[in-house]
């Protein structure tokens, strides 16, 4: 039993809406075998994870799983299970799993739900994953093993990658307003929104927040002297680089004084209330080890308190309270310390809302100066302090105060904020009573620090009084009321056509003004520029342009391969548009039949925005279902439908309803809203059409206008850019026509038997002939598919240049052309099928089989290799062009001479030549 891949689906995905990790996972010699068969498998099992017992499996009650383990399931199956109970012992609290067929006995796809914030490269889950299968082939096996050290290595692991308490807070807030989230990496770095709206957030710092402000505020010193001008009270200090300069300092300011580093954070480091040189001395020395300098001040009596200020504004305060315990009169201090330690809310660093209490150095010598140690027991009710600082990070508790604070205390700390620069800082002070008035130079307190990214969680889950909402003040302050946070998402899917449509979507909202973000096969746009070259119909391209700070419009091509690979690249589109879906890439990725592929398309139906608008296709009645599937309707999307034909019942039906629909009729494109039938744009405007006779791009125009329309595109906006839309600019190997001397060359993506078919009834309309091909086909479909698809272009035409791409494809090499020749021959015994050597071969084979006004179709695999190969060869043409005219022009100025000799003979010649 093995693992082949893990792979991560961070969008929604043909299994769910939020992240999975997908496991292939090869059973081999356990194929046959079932649970029931191995001896005590079952009880081992629960043995070593007793929560599987919990586990549904489901029956709708506990022990579902087990009941079938002992009846007998599959390993893969028990393998998901486990992966989801060793997720839950880490802490990494997950539901969903699923384990289906992948084609083939024993081959199974293993499916996780992974935490929607966790970075989509952890390892976390690839290793959950193969510690499952472990676990399960070596129980299946009869063997014993010992899995603890991997969970508290997994546990702890797992700790540090997820996101902390602040981060997950500033997530949670942005999702509750509907404003897309994503993780950036492997720190607490997230971005929301998308395109032109789009922002970052680091933990408590947004990407506005002023870098200069941050530098202030790490360095104490200078923080102090900010302050100090601005008239705001601040502890008396010196900055202090040596031993020496440091007692100075003391001697300066008499005791007690606080030594802290320059540069600190967390109260780490900091010496509270020394009385003497030597302490001074000591508490610099144990700094510098870590330190480049310290602050000596005075040390001012009160009580701690941290204020949250979010663009000019209070939005919370707290009371921070110094670690501690309370006596029990039986347990001592170091049990104590283990019982506040077992509080659930106390965890490692900054990850839990409480940090866990360690008894350092630190403790002991403070227990020491009271006159406790660990092991003493402090009598019931009797406080023992661990920390003089009163800080959350070393173990401290905090109760909120946000409703007590004066409003003297505002103002000081809204100029505080202002001072340093900052738009969200912690501000530290000490304060004889933060509800009592405060007034400049009373002495009843002082600033003590200032604070860049400030931790929330004692403001989001305080150890007493009420939880603030700290995360979405922040959330406010970057989105204030009204301001959007998305851009439009347009998301196309089909079997052929997604490519000219994205193009042409992406032209109309180009010419209304907008800067498009597209991606297509041939890779990712901004505005008309080529960003990232290549097949670009995923998650990630579509990543690409929703992150570009530039858009303002999003058109996304988005295939069956991007989909199965990745899942969708965003959580919701505004519109989605199903072009067709017709038999291609059968056999691949688990998809064996149509209504597999059906099910995949849909996802890009399922996905769109409360009230969207989806497009689909009457004419396809795997389009028209996607309409009345539940996952769909749950979002009462608005449907709009397009139809070649205007008796289409299903349209008609649509319209009759209060539907909207688009569809040809005489050669106009027709907006049918009720009643009322609306003229949009003559077929043969349309350049791309070839005056109505290329079916198939009337339908994808039809597309585009449902498409803007539905993004309230002007009927006269859209006409304008649609007539402007130039096939051979703009479309560029979709149905592009070139020509090489007169004879013309049309360049087309056709790969399937629905796509081949369009086109080559396209060149027979339009040019009143058959065809000569230059034909490749993909190698990753299955032979049956390939089989069709030359068997369609062998009923076209009967002649053929057949040729293989570079990339092969797991193909052996001169496979493809047998495969692709017998396709030709079973569909024309008498066709010339001629195998060639590459593309170029292929089509100089098929130019020399054309005749002068026959049509050449170029069917490729790589635009660019055919691209540059016709521009070659319209090079030469022009080459030879060139000096066939230069010959005559020589000959005609020798003739010129001959015309007064002779000016008939001479006007006879050079009209020949003219002809």
């Given at each position: 039993?093995r693992?082949?891949?893990?792979r991560?689906?961070?969008?929604?995905?043909?299994?769910?809406?939020w992240?999975?990790?997908?496991?292939?996972?090869?059973?081999?010699?356990?194929?046959?075998?079932?649970?029931?068969?191995?001896p005590?498998?079952?009880?081992c099992?629960?043995?070593?994870l007793p929560?599987?017992?919990?586990?549904?499996?489901g029956?709708g009650?506990?022990?579902?799983?087990?009941?079938?383990?002992?009846?007998?399931?599959y390993?893969?199956?028990?393998?998901?299970?486990?992966a989801?109970?060793?997720?839950?012992?880490?802490?990494r609290?997950v539901?969903?799993?699923?384990?289906?067929?992948a084609g083939?006995a024993?081959?199974?796809r293993?499916?996780?739900?992974?935490p929607?914030?966790?970075?989509d490269?952890d390892?976390i889950?690839?290793?959950l994953f193969?510690?499952?299968?472990?676990?399960?082939?070596?129980?299946?096996g009869?063997?014993?093993?010992?899995i603890r050290?991997?969970?508290?290595?997994?546990t702890a692991?797992?700790?540090?990658?997820?996101?902390?308490?602040?981060?997950q807070?500033?997530?949670?807030?942005?999702?509750?307003?509907?404003?897309?989230v994503?993780r950036?990496s492997?720190?607490?770095?997230l971005?929301?929104?998308?395109g032109?709206?789009?922002?970052r957030?680091?933990a408590?710092m947004?990407?506005h927040t002023?870098?200069?402000g941050?530098?202030?505020?790490?360095?104490?010193?200078?923080?102090?002297r900010?302050l100090?001008t601005?008239?705001?009270?601040?502890?008396?200090?010196?900055a202090a680089?040596?031993?020496?300069?440091?007692?100075?300092?003391f001697?300066?300011?008499?005791?007690?004084?606080v030594?802290?580093p320059?540069a600190?954070?967390?109260?780490q480091d900091?010496h509270?209330?020394l009385?003497?040189?030597?302490?001074?001395?000591?508490?610099?020395r144990?700094?510098?080890q870590?330190?480049?300098?310290a602050?000596?001040?005075?040390?001012?009596?009160g009580?701690d308190y941290?204020?949250?200020?979010?663009?000019?504004?209070?939005v919370?305060?707290?009371?921070?309270?110094?670690?501690h315990?309370?006596g029990?009169?039986?347990s001592?201090?170091?049990?104590?310390v283990?019982?506040?330690?077992?509080d659930p809310?106390?965890g490692e660093?900054h990850?839990?809302?409480l940090?866990r209490?360690t008894?350092?150095?630190a403790?002991?010598?403070y227990?020491a100066?009271?006159?406790?140690?660990?092991?003493?027991?402090?009598a019931?009710?009797?406080?023992v302090?661990?920390?003089r600082?009163?800080?959350?990070?070393?173990?401290?508790?905090?109760?909120?105060v946000t409703?007590l604070?004066?409003?003297?205390?505002t103002?000081l700390?809204?100029?505080?904020?202002?001072?340093?620069?900052l738009?969200?800082?912690g501000?530290?002070?000490?304060?004889?009573d933060?509800?009592?008035?405060?007034a400049p130079?009373?002495?009843?307190?002082v600033?003590?620090?200032?604070n860049a990214?400030p931790?929330?969680r004692?403001?989001?889950?305080?150890?007493?009084g009420?939880q603030?909402?700290?995360?979405?003040?922040?959330i406010d302050?970057?989105?204030?009321?009204g301001t959007?946070?998305r851009?439009?998402?347009?998301s196309?899917?089909?079997t052929n056509?997604?490519t000219?449509?994205?193009r042409?979507?992406?032209h109309?909202?180009?010419?209304?003004?907008?800067?498009?973000?597209?991606?297509s096969t041939?890779g990712?746009?901004?505005?008309h520029?080529?960003v990232?070259?290549?097949?670009?119909?995923?998650?990630?391209s579509?990543?690409?342009?929703?992150?570009?700070p530039t858009v303002?419009?999003?058109?996304?091509?988005?295939?069956r391969?991007?989909?199965?690979?990745?899942?969708l690249g965003?959580?919701?589109?505004?519109v989605?548009?199903v072009?067709?879906?017709?038999?291609?890439h059968?056999?691949?990725?688990?998809?064996e039949?149509?209504?597999?592929l059906v099910?995949v398309k849909?996802?890009?139906?399922?996905e769109?925005a409360d009230?969207?608008?989806?497009?689909?296709?009457?004419d396809?009645p795997?389009c028209?279902?996607?309409?009345?599937?539940?996952?769909?309707?749950?979002?009462?999307?608005n449907?709009?439908?397009?139809?070649?034909?205007?008796?289409?019942?299903v349209?008609?039906?649509?319209?009759?309803q209060g539907?909207?629909?688009?569809?040809l009729d005489?050669?106009?494109?027709?907006e049918?809203?009720?009643?009322?039938r609306?003229?949009l744009?003559?077929?043969a405007?349309?350049?791309l059409?070839?005056?109505?006779l290329?079916?198939?791009?009337?339908a994808?125009t039809?597309?585009?206008?449902?498409a803007?329309?539905?993004?309230d595109?002007?009927?006269?906006?859209?006409?304008d850019?649609?007539?402007?839309?130039d096939?051979?600019l703009?479309n560029?190997?979709?149905?592009?026509?070139?020509h090489?001397?007169?004879?013309?060359?049309?360049?087309d993506?056709?790969h399937?038997?629905a796509?081949?078919?369009?086109?080559?009834?396209l060149?027979?309309r339009?040019w009143?002939?058959s065809?000569?091909v230059?034909?490749?086909?993909?190698g990753?479909?299955s032979?049956?598919?390939?089989?069709?698809?030359a068997?369609?272009?062998?009923?076209?035409?009967?002649r053929?240049?057949?040729?293989?791409?570079?990339?092969l494809r797991?193909r052996?090499?001169?496979?493809?052309?047998?495969?692709?020749?017998a396709?030709?021959?079973?569909?024309?015994?008498?066709?010339?099928?001629v195998?060639?050597?590459?593309?170029?071969?292929?089509?100089?084979?098929a130019?020399s089989?054309?005749?002068?006004d026959?049509?050449?179709?170029?069917?490729?695999?790589?635009?660019?290799?055919a691209?540059?190969?016709?521009a070659?060869?319209?090079?030469?043409e022009?080459?030879?062009?060139?000096?066939?005219e230069?010959?005559?022009?020589t000959?005609?100025n020798r003739?010129?001479?001959?015309?007064?000799a002779n000016?008939?003979?001479?006007?006879?010649?050079?009209?020949?030549?003219?002809?």
């Amino acid at each position: 039993m093995r693992i082949i891949h893990v792979r991560r689906l961070r969008g929604p995905n043909q299994y769910v809406s939020w992240p999975v990790a997908v496991a292939l996972v090869d059973l081999e010699e356990l194929t046959r075998q079932e649970t029931s068969e191995w001896p005590d498998f079952t009880e081992c099992l629960l043995r070593a994870l007793p929560g599987l017992a919990e586990h549904h499996c489901g029956a709708g009650r506990p022990n579902g799983l087990v009941d079938k383990m002992r009846r007998g399931t599959y390993a893969g199956h028990v393998a998901e299970h486990v992966a989801l109970e060793l997720s839950h012992l880490i802490g990494r609290e997950v539901h969903f799993g699923r384990t289906v067929d992948a084609g083939r006995a024993g081959l199974y796809r293993v499916i996780m739900e992974c935490p929607v914030d966790e970075w989509d490269r952890d390892p976390i889950p690839e290793r959950l994953f193969r510690l499952a299968v472990r676990v399960v082939a070596e129980l299946a096996g009869g063997r014993t093993l010992d899995i603890r050290a991997e969970l508290a290595e997994l546990t702890a692991d797992y700790e540090r990658s997820r996101l902390g308490v602040s981060s997950q807070a500033l997530a949670d807030a942005a999702r509750a307003r509907g404003i897309p989230v994503r993780r950036l990496s492997d720190a607490a770095l997230l971005q929301l929104g998308h395109g032109q709206h789009r922002r970052r957030v680091w933990a408590a710092m947004d990407e506005h927040t002023s870098a200069i402000g941050v530098d202030v505020a790490s360095d104490k010193e200078i923080t102090k002297r900010l302050l100090d001008t601005a008239g705001i009270p601040v502890a008396d200090g010196i900055a202090a680089y040596s031993e020496q300069e440091a007692v100075a300092a003391f001697e300066e300011l008499g005791g007690p004084v606080v030594v802290k580093p320059v540069a600190g954070h967390h109260g780490q480091d900091v010496h509270l209330e020394l009385r003497a040189p030597d302490a001074v001395a000591t508490a610099y020395r144990e700094i510098s080890q870590r330190h480049a300098g310290a602050l000596v001040e005075v040390y001012v009596p009160g009580t701690d308190y941290r204020v949250l200020m979010v663009g000019g504004r209070l939005v919370a305060a707290t009371q921070l309270t110094a670690a501690h315990v309370v006596g029990d009169g039986e347990s001592d201090i170091a049990a104590l310390v283990e019982l506040a330690n077992d509080d659930p809310r106390r965890g490692e660093g900054h990850d839990r809302p409480l940090t866990r209490i360690t008894l350092d150095e630190a403790v002991t010598a403070y227990l020491a100066v009271q006159g406790f140690r660990p092991d003493k027991v402090p009598a019931a009710d009797e406080v023992v302090w661990l920390r003089r600082t009163a800080n959350m990070s070393t173990g401290g508790t905090g109760r909120d105060v946000t409703d007590l604070v004066h409003p003297d205390v505002t103002r000081l700390c809204q100029r505080t904020a202002a001072a340093v620069g900052l738009d969200v800082c912690g501000i530290d002070l000490r304060l004889a009573d933060i509800s009592g008035p405060w007034a400049p130079g009373d002495g009843s307190g002082v600033v003590l620090e200032v604070n860049a990214s400030p931790g929330l969680r004692m403001h989001l889950s305080p150890t007493k009084g009420e939880q603030r909402d700290v995360a979405g003040a922040i959330i406010d302050h970057m989105y204030p009321t009204g301001t959007p946070s998305r851009v439009p998402i347009v998301s196309v899917t089909g079997t052929n056509g997604k490519t000219t449509t994205v193009r042409m979507i992406a032209h109309v909202l180009r010419a209304t003004g907008l800067r498009v973000g597209m991606t297509s096969t041939d890779g990712v746009f901004v505005d008309h520029a080529l960003v990232y070259p290549g097949d670009s119909s995923g998650a990630r391209s579509a990543e690409m342009v929703l992150d570009d700070p530039t858009v303002q419009a999003a058109v996304l091509e988005t295939a069956r391969g991007g989909i199965l690979g990745k899942g969708l690249g965003y959580d919701r589109a505004d519109v989605a548009v199903v072009t067709n879906i017709t038999a291609d890439h059968l056999g691949v990725d688990g998809i064996e039949d149509i209504e597999d592929l059906v099910r995949v398309k849909a996802l890009v139906a399922e996905e769109i925005a409360d009230r969207g608008s989806l497009v689909l296709n009457a004419d396809d009645p795997h389009c028209v279902g996607l309409a009345t599937s539940p996952a769909v309707a749950s979002r009462d999307p608005n449907v709009l439908l397009f139809s070649l034909d205007p008796a289409n019942p299903v349209l008609l039906r649509h319209v009759r309803q209060g539907g909207t629909g688009y569809l040809l009729d005489d050669g106009w494109l027709i907006e049918a809203e009720g009643p009322r039938r609306t003229p949009l744009l003559n077929v043969a405007d349309v350049a791309l059409t070839f005056g109505g006779l290329a079916a198939f791009n009337v339908a994808n125009t039809l597309a585009v206008v449902a498409a803007c329309r539905a993004l309230d595109v002007p009927r006269r906006a859209l006409r304008d850019a649609l007539v402007t839309f130039d096939g051979s600019l703009h479309n560029a190997g979709r149905s592009a026509v070139y020509h090489i001397g007169e004879r013309p060359v049309v360049v087309d993506y056709a790969h399937n038997t629905a796509a081949l078919t369009a086109i080559g009834g396209l060149l027979r309309r339009r040019w009143g002939s058959s065809p000569v091909v230059a034909l490749t086909l993909p190698g990753d479909r299955s032979d049956e598919l390939v089989s069709d698809a030359a068997y369609a272009v062998g009923c076209l035409t009967d002649r053929v240049a057949v040729y293989e791409d570079i990339d092969l494809r797991d193909r052996e090499p001169g496979e493809m052309t047998k495969l692709i020749t017998a396709a030709l021959c079973a569909a024309d015994p008498s066709i010339k099928a001629v195998p060639c050597t590459g593309m170029e071969d292929a089509f100089t084979t098929a130019l020399s089989m054309a005749a002068p006004d026959e049509p050449v179709l170029l069917v490729y695999e790589k635009l660019t290799q055919a691209q540059d190969m016709l521009a070659e060869h319209r090079a030469i043409e022009g080459m030879l062009a060139t000096t066939v005219e230069d010959t005559i022009k020589t000959a005609v100025n020798r003739l010129d001479g001959l015309h007064d000799a002779n000016s008939d003979v001479s006007e006879q010649i050079q009209s020949h030549f003219h002809c």
